[in-house]
Structures are given as structure tokens and as C-alpha cells.
């Protein structure tokens, strides 16, 4: 048993408690991403899974990784490139010539947090791999399936789809991402705290000599889990999120809006985000903080609506100032 668990099954404060921890030891390494940490555990709490977009070179790696040391969970990475295969990604039949039989090798996919780098510089057939591992949260291979562990967490990093080299992600595995979170380029002090750390020695590789150490664990993240679901939604809250996804369908500026998927992912969201900050019920003051992030990726602007300059969350902006709050 590793020293952060207590005694028995925590209790949701303890759980709460030891999530809070994990922000503090990832700030070890990661300097001015709160709001992409705070995404993520949100993510882990709902079961989902999460789209970061960034210019290279802001931590998103990095970030992944302090986070699953933190939980201690296992996790692993892939490099998406243009000639990476389905295989390569879920795992493929291997002949061992020994048996005289195929076996089933497994892909790196079979962790608990995967981090697929720069997914959108693979092809749109082996982004479809991760689909099925998204959705069912198993694989199969040779009529076969093999489910995968429990958390299980995709961790997709894209750079923006203006960049050279890119293809867009197909809308039905946009669907599958809970939660898009852009990281942004930090503010000049906290640039200068990050030269300031690598100045120091900091190695981004080591993250143990960073003191980076496992504060929560698959025990606290179930605990958390079961509390964040029982987070009370009145009515009048719930008649908001679905107000506010119809009214993304209205909008002149998209030609697509939030599905009823979308709706389910915005309470999840917020039930996730009123047990964080230390309520049973969600609040229309929840809902808002995770609108942008739940709903930016499901939403289409109209080309014209791209031509004048607007944005997905320009217009999500506009649909949350109209949309009237519930008392």
C-alpha cells in the first residue's frame, strides 16, 4: 500500500483532498497551466477524454506525464506521424513461428493515461484506430476483443490545423473528446520562471530529481469518481445546459451545433467541477466555466461566419450572454 492512501476506502473529502495535492505536484514541473490541469482531472472524474491544442513547445507532454506520476498511474506515448498504422497504435496478430500460432501483441493504447502526440499529423485512418478504444474502451483485433484497463484516459495533443502537415480530425471522433482545452503560451513572468527552473538544472526527463511524487491513486480517483456522480442537478440547471445547447443550434454564425451527446457531456462536466470546488449541487456558475471547454469542438462555424474573423468560442460566448440563467 503506497503512503497516500489511507486505512480502508477514502472517504470523498479525503479523495478531494489528495486530487487537490495533485495540482500542487504537477505545478513541480509545469509552470502557469492550471486551467489544463484542472481540465484533466476533470476529465479522469467523468471518464473522459481530452483534446489539448497548443503551438509546440508549451508543456502539453510534459504536462500528461506529471500528471499520471502524481496519480501514479501508468502511461505511455506515441509520436503520431504520417506513416504511423492502426497497429502500431492498438497492437496487431504477431505469427510466432515457435507455437506455430498469432498471438496478440499488445499496443501502447493498453495504459491508463495515453498520450497521443500531435495526433492530427496521422492520416484520418489511424486517428479512426483510437475510435473504438474511445468509445467501448476495449480493442479488436481479429474478431477478438480485449478490454482495456480501468482508468482509461486519452491524452490527444494537436497543433493548431493551420499548421503545415496537418489533417482535421473527423467530426465523430471530435464527439468522443470530452473536453477541448487550448494551452496557451505563458504570460512573460511565468516564461521567465520556466528559464528561471531550467537555469537551476530542471530535466524535464526526471521527474523524481524534480520531486514530483504520487499523491493520489486509483483508490482516491474511484472514490472521487462515485462522489463527483452523486453531485446533485436540479431541473432548472438542467433545463440550462439543454437551453444552451439548442441555442448553439440556432446560432447564424455554425452549421453545426451541440448534439444531445454534448448536452450529457456539459452536466458531466459540471458535476465534476461543483465536487472540486467543494459542493453536492451544480450551480449555472458551473455550467459556464466548462461550456467553453465541453462544446468547442462540437460546434461547426459557417465558412462565412470564418471569413468575418469569428471564433467557436466567440459565438459560445455570445449563446452564454443570451441564454437567460435560471434563479
Known sequence: MTAFTPQGAPSAEQARQALGAVRH???????GQDETVTGLVVALLCRGHVLMEGVPGVAKT????????????DHKRTQFTPD???????????YDARTAEFEFHRGPVFTNLFLADEIN?????????????????????????????DPFVVAATQNPVEYEGT??????????FLLTLVVHLPERDDEVGVLARHAAGFDPSDLEAAGVRPVAG????????????????????LGYIVDLCRATRQSPSLQLGASPRGA????RTSRAWAWLSGRDYVTPDDVKALARATLRHRVALRPEAELEGATADGVLDGVL???PVPR
Open 62 to 73: 510534459l504536462l500528461v506525464r506529471t500528471l499520471s506520476a502524481a496519480l501514479d498511474l
Open 264 to 267: 450529457t457531456a456539459l452536466l
Open 25 to 31: 505536484e504537477v505545478a513541480k514541473a509545469v509552470v
Open 84 to 94: 504511423l498504422m492502426p497497429g502500431d497504435v492498438t497492437g496487431s496478430m504477431v
Open 321 to 323: 450572454a443570451a441564454v
Open 218 to 237: 486509483p483508490a482516491e480517483l474511484a472514490a472521487a469518481r462515485a462522489a463527483a456522480a452523486s453531485v446533485r442537478v436540479s431541473q432548472e440547471v
Open 121 to 149: 499529423r496521422t492520416p484520418p485512418k489511424t486517428q479512426a484506430a483510437l475510435l473504438e478504444a474511445m468509445e467501448e474502451r476495449q480493442v479488436t483485433v481479429a474478431g477478438d476483443p480485449s478490454p482495456l484497463p
Open 167 to 176: 489533417y482535421p480530425l473527423p467530426e465523430a471522433q471530435l464527439d468522443r
